[in-house]
């Protein structure tokens, strides 16, 4: 019996808790970017519908044709952002927990050795996967708050071309 840990075994046990851990802090990172993501897929249904019910209220008044048609505008543009961070940033995909299945940890006659190698291997390719998704949900998310920010330039553009007769 062993009492005492060799080299290798100790830091392929490190390996395995930093891995771990870098996998744990992957998987929380999309979560907290999904969190952000609903959030603004909240904010943007929310001024969209409104800017819609605004646009038919100023249509009932007889309002001026340039408020109703930037208000309009300024709808369908909020929901092509919603719809772009629901494509782009919050449609499920898969995340990758980094713990091994049995099928993938036990492959007859090979020593533990090289599973744990294997299964190392396996978590690093998890990490990878996680990254990239991590990054891609953050670009997008990015790119639709930046987007959301140009809401009045969108009205005061497309209002007043309208008002001057180029629709």
Known sequence: ????????????????????????FAVKCLDDLEKQGNTLLSVLLTGGGGALALAVTLAHKNADM????????VSAYLFIIAGILLWKCLWSEDVYSGFGT??????????????????????????????????????????????????PLIFAIFSTLFFYGFF
Request: glycine residues 2%; aromatic residues 12%.
């Open 102 to 151: 049995p099928n993938s940890l036990y492959i007859e006659g090979c020593s533990v050795s090289y599973i744990k190698k294997h299964d190392l291997d396996n978590k690093q390719l998890y990490i990878e996967r996680n990254r990239e998704r991590t990054y891609q949900m953050a670009k997008w998310l990015n790119i639709a708050r930046l987007l959301s920010i140009a809401t």
């Open 66 to 73: 340039w408020l109703l048609f930037g208000t309009a505008v």
């Open 1 to 24: 019996m062993k009492f005492w840990k060799s080299e290798e075994e100790k830091l392929v046990d490190y390996i395995t808790d930093e891995t771990n851990e870098s996998n744990r």
